[in-house]
């Protein structure tokens, strides 16, 4: 019989491997994708805007009933079904041309994103607090090396076609699902009452409803970097450059934040709201028209990035009960992702409007970040402290 400690290190050595796998065709895809709308199929910035945008408004849409659901469910189930699901999406992405098609494939990747974030992020919220933080660090860092790694993948199969970047990341994903079945004996804290049981509790925590409503706006900030850059008028080249410089800063913060218990500190989501303010103030001033400048914005937008994704996290992790995790991701992420999807929206039509347009967008960007900055308030004004107090009474409720 294994110890909870091998369980734990099986479950971490699966997660990355996964975490590997399907980060790595994501980006060799996604990347280059606004690219391939705009250059190969010719469709406006309105529309892209709108493809993009339907991934993230079904993704994060159905992550509210499908969070709880994972709960309720088995995680190395859900898991399977979101890999294979986004590896029909990526599949059908690179095979049609029609506005039809192509939002077929958003809502396939949307599904298979909504099912798979609560089922990976709760088995590593499931396990003990100190593996929890490091196999989170690792996690993320596979993803930021799977991230420099998959443009670059992406950018040399796209001299074939996109339609073999896409087939390459749906084989990815395939071979993702076949390692997520490898965890057969994941021990789960059963619960009590199904879905709606689930959200109510989450609803009721006046908590993680102030933390969900001021981490909001990261979804938005954090997707719209690879959206902006290619629409500005950056070449394939220059947008790979700057994804991958990204992912090697933010990849480089992780282990920083994953010591100490510095992910759960306000300050640190705070810092991270400023630097993605920071960077679309400087694409706004027309960094970008300069290498030295696109990169400088890459640097911040990985600072960010490095800040952001941990935070919220180990804030989560922090909040929810055991039982509950993929809920509270649930509910969180449905809020986010209607932010996310309206300004997704937005963004796409100010960028029609020309370079006065794009400035705005820009602009308003920064305006956001910097006013969900300022809204964090101070550990002993917000509560902070009462959080572990919550979890655990929550968590006594569902034994």
């Known amino acids: 019989m294994s110890t909870p400690g091998h369980g734990d290190r099986h479950t971490v050595v699966v997660a990355v491997a996964v975490q590997a796998a399907i980060s790595l065709g994501y980006f060799a895809a996604m990347t280059h994708l606004v690219v391939h709308l705009k250059e190969n199929l010719g469709?406006?910035?309105?529309?892209?805007?709108?493809?993009?945008?339907?991934?993230?408004l079904v993704q994060h849409t159905l992550s509210l009933p499908v969070g709880a659901l994972v709960d309720v469910?088995?995680?190395?189930?859900?898991?399977?079904?979101?890999?294979?699901?986004?590896?029909?999406?990526?599949?059908?992405?690179?095979?049609?041309?029609?506005?039809?098609g192509l939002s077929a494939a958003a809502v396939l990747l949307g599904t298979g994103g909504a099912l798979f974030h609560p089922a990976a992020q709760s088995l590593l919220a499931g396990l003990a607090e100190r593996r929890r933080a490091r196999g989170y660090a690792a996690y993320t860092m596979t993803l930021q090396a799977a991230?420099?790694?998959?443009?670059a993948l992406g950018l040399a199969?796209?001299?074939?076609?996109?339609?073999?970047?896409?087939?390459?990341?749906?084989?990815?994903?395939?071979?993702?699902?076949?390692?997520?079945?490898?965890?057969?004996?994941?021990?789960?804290?059963?619960?009590?009452?199904?879905?709606?049981?689930?959200?109510r509790t989450a609803l009721r925590n006046r908590i993680?409803?102030?933390?969900?409503?001021?981490?909001?706006p990261t979804m938005l900030l954090t997707d719209q970097a690879s959206v902006v850059?290619?629409?500005?008028?950056?070449?394939?080249?220059?947008?790979?450059?700057?994804?991958?410089?990204?992912?090697?800063?933010?990849?480089?913060?992780?282990?920083?934040?994953?010591a100490a218990g510095r992910a759960e500190r306000p300050s640190t989501l705070r810092a991270g709201l400023l630097f993605a303010?920071?960077?679309?103030?400087?694409?706004?001033?027309?960094?970008?028209?300069?290498?030295?400048?696109?990169?400088?914005?890459?640097?911040?937008?990985?600072?960010?990035?490095?800040?952001?994704?941990?935070?919220?996290?180990?804030?989560?992790?922090?909040?929810?009960?055991?039982?509950?995790?993929g809920t509270y991701l649930g509910v969180r992420t449905f809020f986010s992702g209607l932010l996310a999807f309206a300004g997704g929206l937005a963004v796409g039509r100010l960028y029609e409007w020309g370079p006065r347009g794009a400035t705005a967008a820009l602009t308003a960007l920064a305006l956001i970040a910097c006013a969900a900055a300022a809204a964090i308030r101070r550990p002993s004004r917000q509560g902070m402290p009462a959080v572990t107090t919550v979890a655990k009474q929550e968590s006594t409720e569902h034994k």
Request: glycine content about 12%.
């Open 208 to 216: 993680f409803l102030w933390f969900a409503a001021v981490s909001m």
């Open 43 to 56: 469709l406006a910035a309105g529309l892209i805007g709108l493809v993009l945008a339907l991934r993230n």
């Open 147 to 151: 991230a420099v790694l998959g443009p």
């Open 277 to 325: 303010g920071g960077a679309y103030l400087l694409l706004a001033a027309g960094a970008a028209a300069r290498p030295s400048g696109l990169i400088a914005v890459a640097v911040m937008h990985g600072l960010a990035d490095g800040l952001l994704q941990p935070a919220v996290f180990q804030t989560l992790a922090r909040l929810a009960p055991p039982a509950r995790y």
């Open 73 to 100: 469910l088995n995680p190395v189930r859900a898991g399977i079904l979101a890999c294979l699901l986004r590896a029909a999406g990526f599949a059908l992405l690179g095979s049609v041309s029609s506005p039809s």
């Open 229 to 258: 850059v290619p629409l500005g008028g950056a070449d394939p080249g220059a947008v790979t450059v700057f994804s991958c410089v990204l992912a090697m800063v933010s990849a480089a913060v992780q282990p920083w934040c994953a």
């Open 157 to 199: 199969l796209l001299n074939i076609g996109y339609w073999l970047v896409a087939l390459t990341a749906a084989g990815l994903w395939a071979c993702a699902a076949f390692l997520f079945s490898l965890l057969r004996h994941v021990p789960r804290v059963p619960t009590r009452g199904g879905v709606v049981t689930g959200v």
